[in-house]
């Protein structure tokens, strides 16, 4: 009781349309019948008019302008769709046999004013009881088990709530908004569409199929507009492509202002995901503004267009493509089209009759339905069929008859329509958990130059994905070659992008320097530094590895140099043997005596060092390439100073310090002062060699393409080495200096210096070679220069001792070189 208190009762004013005159057919929008199918189809269109001033008109369905106003051929044609399915459904035995099926159909002419009629379809007894239970038995009167429709996804996000809160189902054949697919939400709806997910993925396979970059999306201002166009932002996020532009076009949308952005911008792709009346503004105005050289591609809503492709200057603005659904030829429709036509039946003045349950639509042919956009036949078809089989079902109909005793409720079909599992023309419809369709495909169309839209392909969803393109059928603008579309042309070989704007699109290039590369599968923005032990020219996608080089024991230069050690070797061992025999001659006394034997010694030791200048340095080559030849040398150039000390001692020092000779001899201050040079030596190495040993080192910095094996030196260790060697060679050069007006054949000292500047002038080109040379041959050089200094002393000092031994022993005797020594103290005393 209490809840009939608040039933509330709404009447409804029917217009009635008692014509006197047999004018006008009888009404296509109603057939009686056991249980009736609601259907709302947008085949007319009110638009709200803005006026010059400030105000509105708001046109209902109902007046008389209505029929001015735009009539969709295409949506004419799904309504006549259902109509057919229903009379094939009445006519066949095996589904529903003895149940009639009839329908309520509303021309869903606006969004606002079409509320009696959805109304109507809840009129129980000609009552709406807007609180009753919906599962409650005495409750629920309307023969209204389900509802097909409507179209546009504005429309049913309006009128769906209303349905949603009795569980009537809905099964939409056109609403493909995303935001359907939400059950909470929408717990009685269902499609035989698929949403715009998939649509969406289809365009972006296509846009990627051709590789295409920059791209424009006009989408309209609407809830598929905008739902089309985030889920493609969606799906292109983390992919190459870019959206450069976006728009949605609403009513009156500036045309010139759209094109000339998209025309800056250099977009040549342009994706229009709109309802198809504002597709068709949008072509004929891109016509209009002469708009060339773009590709289009098409949502199903529009591609399969029958006027424009046969629009006048069509070719002009490029090529279309689009996505559309798959045409399904209908048995029995044409005969059924044309046979409804030929019918002019009266319409009946007892017809309870809304407004807009009215078309004139005697004007239209049969071949004008028939050749209409033939998109949504099979959804609106699916629909019908879906419902009559959920109803079936729930009348556990079988072996001719149904049982009908069981009550039909909207809830129970619904239920049966989430389970459908039915064939219909050869495809097994079923609906997944969100109530989208389980079954179907896309057709990838092209409009040819015939003006018809020419299959190229198909995208398969069921019972996988499957994708293909025939891209040969394609008549593309510009000569048969595939448009491109992008911000900035990739980047040529071996150069990096540069982030340029805020697309990911738009880039410089720039070229990877050498020693760096760069590899576009692994990151193209980024110029990767080569390993140490490769290389790269300018502009390269990979690095090399560089050459080892070294100088192996074979080279000729090394042979040459480990000849010319040991030939020095020889000719030392062969002096030695010839000053032993000649010992107690002046002219050994002269060069030193026993001291001879220690530098030839020295010498040969020295020489030692060059054989680790050549093959692979290891550790112990690095430190025996020094050692030998620091410290024996050390050695030779202290028993220089000695010798070029006691020369000038012996002629100038003892005249005026003859303490000092007296104590040198005593002591033997030639050997002290050499132990000491020795010492000395010996430890600097010894310390400088644990605090920094030479290692093996790549040198990699002198050539790019090459590493050359070498020895690290550590200057600043080694300094007190060299420092000791320099200060040797400085005071024997000091001496030798100072006794080079000393007898003219008594020319020690002046051999000395001889064999002095030959050796400084030997490292000073070597310094100077160092500087601009590092390659492999730096060895070479350096094994050179270390036999120069030791030839310079035993060519230029020893060897003219051996000649006057051999040669000239005249020379060779007491006398001779008393009378030289003779004749130096008389000019000295002069
Ligand atoms: C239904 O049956 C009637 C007569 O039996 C026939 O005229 C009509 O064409 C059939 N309709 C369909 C859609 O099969
Ligand atoms: C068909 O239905 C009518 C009533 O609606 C009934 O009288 C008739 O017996 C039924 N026919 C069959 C074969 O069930
Ligand atoms: C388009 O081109 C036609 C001739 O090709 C010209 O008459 C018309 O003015 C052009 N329209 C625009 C908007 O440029
Ligand atoms: C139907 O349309 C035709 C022309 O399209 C028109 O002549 C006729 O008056 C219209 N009938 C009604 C009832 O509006
Ligand atoms: C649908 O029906 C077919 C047979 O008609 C059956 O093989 C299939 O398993 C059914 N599918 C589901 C999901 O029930
Ligand atoms: C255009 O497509 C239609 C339908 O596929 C086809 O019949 C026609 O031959 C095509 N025209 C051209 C020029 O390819
Ligand atoms: C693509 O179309 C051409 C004709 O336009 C046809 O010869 C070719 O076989 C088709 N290729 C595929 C894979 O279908
Ligand atoms: C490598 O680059 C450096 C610095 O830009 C340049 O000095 C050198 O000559 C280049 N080397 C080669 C092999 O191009
Ligand atoms: C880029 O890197 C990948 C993976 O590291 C590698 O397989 C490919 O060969 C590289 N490309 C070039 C050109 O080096
Ligand atoms: C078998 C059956 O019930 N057929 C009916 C289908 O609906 C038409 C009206 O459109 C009736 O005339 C048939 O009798």
Request: include cysteine; aromatic fraction near 14%.
């Amino acid at each position: 009781m209490k809840r009939r208190l608040g039933f509330l009762c709404l009447c409804l004013g029917f217009v009635l349309h008692a014509l006197a005159q047999c004018t006008v057919p009888t009404s296509e929008f109603q057939l009686e019948g056991d249980y009736l199918i609601g259907g709302l189809f947008d085949i007319h269109q009110t638009r709200i008019l803005k006026l010059q001033f400030d105000f509105l008109i708001l046109f209902s369905c109902c007046s008389f302008s209505v029929l001015s106003q735009p009539f969709f051929l295409s949506h004419y044609r799904m309504f006549q769709l259902m109509r057919f399915s229903v009379e094939e459904i009445n006519n066949s035995t095996n589904l529903l046999p003895n149940v009639s099926l009839g329908y309520e159909i509303f021309d869903h002419c606006s969004d606002t004013q079409s509320f009696p009629g959805i109304l109507k379809l809840f009129l129980a007894n000609g009552m709406i009881q807007p609180w009753g239970e919906p599962h409650e038995q005495h409750t629920h009167k309307s023969k209204v088990i389900a509802v097909v429709g409507p179209f546009s996804s504005t429309h049913t996000l309006t009128v769906a709530p209303l349905f949603m809160a009795d569980l009537i189902p809905m099964v939409t054949y056109g609403s493909s908004s995303s935001v359907f697919s939400k059950k909470a939400k929408f717990p009685s709806f269902l499609r035989t569409v698929h949403p715009s997910t998939e649509s969406i993925e289809v365009i972006f396979n296509i846009v990627q199929h051709f590789n295409w970059r920059w791209i424009a999306f006009l989408n309209s201002d609407n809830d598929y507009g905008i739902d089309g166009r985030e889920l493609f932002i969606k799906r292109i996020k983390d992919t190459e492509i870019c959206l450069a532009y976006t728009k949605g076009l609403n009513d009156n949308p500036d045309y010139p202002q759209i094109f000339k952005q998209i025309e800056t911008q250099r977009i040549y792709i342009i994706i229009v995901f709109t309802p198809e009346m504002i597709a068709e503004a949008l072509i004929e105005s891109a016509i209009q503004l002469n708009i060339t050289n773009k590709v289009w591609i098409a949502g199903e809503s529009w591609s399969l267009n029958k006027r424009l492709p046969k629009t006048q200057g069509i070719k002009n603005i490029g090529t279309v493509i689009g996505v559309s659904q798959p045409v399904v030829t209908i048995p029995g429709f044409n005969d059924f089209i044309y046979a409804s036509k030929s019918q002019n039946n009266c319409l009946n003045a007892e017809q309870n009759m809304f407004c807009n349950q009215v078309c004139n639509c005697s004007s239209v042919s049969a071949e004008d339905v028939l050749a209409a956009d033939p998109s949504f036949s099979f959804p609106v078809y699916s629909a019908v069929y879906a419902i009559a089989h959920a109803l079936h079902n729930t009348m556990q109909c079988g072996s001719g008859r149904c049982d009908g005793n069981i009550k039909v409720y909207p809830y129970i079909v619904l239920t049966e329509l989430k389970k459908s599992n039915f064939t219909l023309l050869n495809q097994n419809i079923q609906f997944d958990e969100n109530g989208d369709p389980k079954y179907g495909s896309y057709s990838i169309v092209f409009w040819n130059h015939s003006g018809d839209a020419q299959e190229i392909g198909f995208y398969e969803l069921y019972p996988r994905v499957n994708f293909l393109i025939n891209n040969s059928k394609i008549q593309w603008y510009m000569n048969g070659e595939v448009p491109t579309s992008v911000c900035s042309p990739e980047c040529p070989v071996g150069h990096a992008k540069k982030y340029d704007r805020i697309h990911k699109c738009c880039f410089t290039c720039e070229i990877c320097p050498n020693g760096t590369h760069v590899n576009s599968t692994v990151d193209p923005y980024k110029c990767i530094q080569c390993k140490k032990t490769e290389w790269s020219a300018e502009g390269s996608t990979s690095c090399s590895l560089r050459v080892v080089e070294y100088i192996p024991f074979t080279d000729s230069g090394a042979i040459v140099n480990m000849v010319l050690a040991c030939v020095l070797v020889g000719i030392t061992a062969a002096m030695s043997v010839l000053f032993a025999i000649n010992y107690n001659t002046p002219i050994v006394r002269s060069a030193g005596g026993p001291m001879c034997f220690l530098i030839l010694g020295c010498l040969s030791l020295s020489s030692i060092s060059v054989f680790f200048y050549f093959d692979k340095p290891t550790t112990s080559f690095c430190i025996l390439r020094f050692l030998p030849f620091v410290l024996f040398y050390n050695v030779c150039l202290a028993c220089f100073v000695v010798r070029s000390f006691q020369i000038v001692c012996i002629f100038k020092i003892a005249a005026k310090f003859p303490k000092l000779q007296t104590w040198w001899l005593k002591y033997h201050g030639n050997w002290l002062v050499i132990t000491v040079a020795f010492g000395t030596q010996a430890l600097l190495l010894l310390i400088s060699y644990s605090f920094d040993p030479p290692k093996p080192y790549n040198e990699t910095v002198w050539y790019p393409d090459k590493i050359i094996l070498s020895c690290t030196l550590n200057l600043a260790a080694f300094s007190g080495s060299i420092l000791l060697l320099l200060s040797l060679c400085s005071l024997c050069f000091i001496f030798s200096y100072m006794g080079k007006d000393l007898p003219k054949n008594y020319n020690e000292a002046k051999a000395i210096t001889f064999c002095l500047l030959l050796l400084i002038l030997t490292w000073i080109i070597f310094a100077t070679v160092v500087m601009l040379y590092r390659g492999k041959y730096i060895e070479i050089l350096n094994a050179l220069a270390v036999l120069s200094s030791l030839y310079s002393f035993l060519l230029w000092y020893f060897l003219p001792k051996c000649y006057i031994i051999i040669f000239q022993p005249h020379k060779n005797t007491k006398q001779y070189f008393q009378g030289i020594i003779q004749d130096y103290t008389k000019t000295m005393s002069q």
